[in-house]
């Protein structure tokens, strides 16, 4: 048994589409978090939070990135967190970040957490990431695609079409 950090450096990105959206709805929860656990925990031995990451025993870091794709290539996180993916989108770059993401956890054997909120409903071509992910899962889900994804835990509770939302 080695600590974890003395195989790699863990590093994990939290993305969304703006940095105030990810820095609001993600970061600054998690950061209250690790102030308040995990340095009582760890006894604050290599954790150093900051106001635009925290610094990780082994050089690794949780960090904030917006969805500009190239700025994200090569990077090698084990752990991506996908914030209300249902901003996501071909036009703002979301879709490009996503699949740019995936690439990159799938080079350290990464997880990935999406969370996103409902999305409308657009042709494919416009379709956003929240959007992409649902329809593919419940395709599997239905039997109308090949492909088997048994590394995703797809938690979806969609209300019949006759719900009254009043």
């Excluded at 993600?26 to 290599?46: A, N």
């Excluded at 690794?60 to 994200?72: C, L, N, Q, W, Y």
């Excluded at 036009?91 to 990159?104: F, I, K, S, V």
């Excluded at 409902?118 to 494919?124: D, F, G, K, L």
Aim: hydrophobic share 30%.
């Amino acid at each position: 048994g080695k600590p974890w950090y003395t195989k790699f450096p863990p590093s994990v990105e939290i993305f969304a589409v703006s940095e105030p959206q990810v820095r609001s709805n993600t970061y600054l929860p998690m950061l209250r978090m690790v102030t308040d656990r995990l340095m009582d925990e760890y006894g604050g031995v290599g954790f150093e939070p900051m106001e635009t990451f925290v610094a990780l025993p082994g050089d690794g870091r949780i960090s904030v990135k917006t969805t500009s794709s190239k700025s994200a290539k090569g990077s090698l996180p084990v752990f991506g967190v996908a914030d209300q993916s249902e901003a996501m989108t071909n036009g703002n770059g979301g879709t490009n970040m996503m699949d740019t993401m995936l690439t990159n956890l799938s080079k350290q054997g990464g997880c990935l957490l999406e969370t996103p909120n409902a999305y409308v409903r657009e042709p494919s071509e416009y379709a956003s990431q929240a959007q992409r992910t649902h329809e593919d899962m419940k395709a599997i889900a239905e039997g109308r695609s090949r492909k088997v994804r048994n590394d995703v835990l797809w938690d979806h509770r969609e209300a019949p079409p006759e719900t009254d939302m009043g």
